[in-house]
């Protein structure tokens, strides 16, 4: 079992940066498959990107080249670096797993993990 706790969210103006991080517990991190979701209020839980164990990266089309995801198996850390911030990516952004044993497929569905983060709210004002 793997317990994460996002963190890094925070209010930005439009065109800013900001840097999630998602700490994993456990020392089998490099065994699980991460992913990025976020919902904003009365929607859906959308995907954002994700990251196989051996690294492997997929992303929404509405975030390619604005936001990256990268993860460091020695820290137990997924990071979600966001640039160019719309105030149309404020939402509440949550760090999922899923136990996948050096691996290229990455996960798009909520329903494909099994562990989920807290939740860190991001707001990108106008």
């Known amino acids: 079992q793997v317990q994460l706790v996002e963190s890094g969210g925070g209010l930005v103006q439009a065109g800013g940066s900001l840097r999630l991080s998602c700490a994993a517990s456990?020392?089998?991190?490099?065994?699980?498959?991460m992913g990025w979701f976020r919902q904003a209020p009365g929607k859906e839980r959308e995907f954002v990107a994700a990251?196989?164990?051996?690294?492997?990266?997929g992303y929404t089309d509405s975030v390619k080249g604005q936001f990256t995801i990268s993860r460091d198996n020695a820290k137990n850390t997924v990071y979600l670096q966001m640039n160019s911030l719309k105030p149309e990516d404020t939402a509440v952004y949550y760090c999922?797993?899923?136990?996948?044993?050096?691996?290229?497929?990455?996960?798009?569905?909520?329903?494909?993990?099994?562990?989920w983060g807290q939740g860190t709210q991001v707001t990108v004002s106008s």
């Open positions: 990251i196989s164990s051996n690294g492997r990266t």
């Open positions: 456990g020392r089998t991190f490099r065994n699980y498959a």
């Open positions: 999922a797993a899923e136990s996948q044993t050096y691996g290229s497929t990455y996960y798009a569905r909520p329903d494909e993990y099994h562990y």
